[in-house]
């Protein structure tokens, strides 16, 4: 149990569909992360809210859209995506303040398949 | 822009040998912390260093940070079994505070 839980923990789906990836921390924490993590790769950072505002986008397609309803639930909206999308997504919480100077808490992921 | 160094990618020893991970950063770096994956599992969070020459201890893992707060270090003495996984470090660094992660190094123990 790590306080940070990410459903579905599996999805495949097709190009032309759309769905959402959810996150869900009970820590308490102000700062919620999406990253990407592929084979032979580094953890890629992707979004970054703080204080359910959103402080950092890394460059990312359009077709990944993120949202933060409140600081405990954090949603990464997918569609029209490419099969080089297929990676796990994690998500990630830190505790209120400077976010890079706090310890962060992963879930366990969702590992997306795109076909 | 900052770019994050970490070597080897690979390590593999036999229980009870030493291991070392090293994390290289192209910019001067506010903090970094140390994280544990284990085979399947999510990114652990072992420890941050945010002082230049800074040397931290948990057990048989030593971290290290540069005294120019560019590179750091894990040491592991006398692994064991459960000590298998990837070591990554997270580099936050420059006036943005960019956060990058180094690639990770797998590290495999032979009981």
């Known amino acids: 149990e790590t306080g940070v839980t990410q459903t579905p923990r599996h999805l495949v789906m097709g190009m032309t569909n759309k769905k959402s990836l959810k996150c869900e921390q009970h820590l308490g924490h102000n700062a919620m992360y999406w990253y990407k993590q592929s084979a032979k790769k580094p953890l890629e950072l992707m979004f970054v809210?703080?204080?359910?505002?959103?402080?950092e986008n890394n460059s990312v397609p359009s077709r990944f859209s993120p949202e933060c309803p409140n600081s405990s639930h954090l949603f990464l909206h997918l569609h029209t995506l490419q099969p080089e999308d297929s990676a796990l997504y994690l998500c990630?919480?830190?505790?209120?303040?400077?976010?890079?100077?706090?310890?962060?808490?992963f879930g366990d992921g969702t590992r997306l398949s795109i076909l | 822009g900052q770019q994050v160094m970490q070597i080897p990618q690979y390590q593999h020893v036999q229980e009870g040998e030493d291991f070392t991970t090293y994390c290289n950063s192209s910019?001067?770096?506010?903090?970094i912390q140390w994280y544990k994956q284990r085979p399947g599992g999510h990114p652990v969070f072992l420890i941050q260093l945010v002082k230049s020459g800074e040397v931290k201890k948990q057990k048989r893992l030593t971290f290290q940070f540069g005294e120019a707060k560019k590179n750091s270090s894990l040491h592991i003495t006398a692994t064991q079994t459960t000590d298998v996984g990837t070591y990554f470090c997270l580099c936050s660094g420059g006036s943005n505070y960019k956060l990058t992660f180094g690639k990770g190094t797998l590290l495999t123990v032979n009981p």
């Open positions: 809210y703080n204080f359910k505002e959103q402080t």
């Open positions: 910019t001067t770096l506010s903090n």
């Open positions: 990630a919480s830190s505790q209120v303040g400077d976010y890079s100077n706090q310890p962060q808490h």
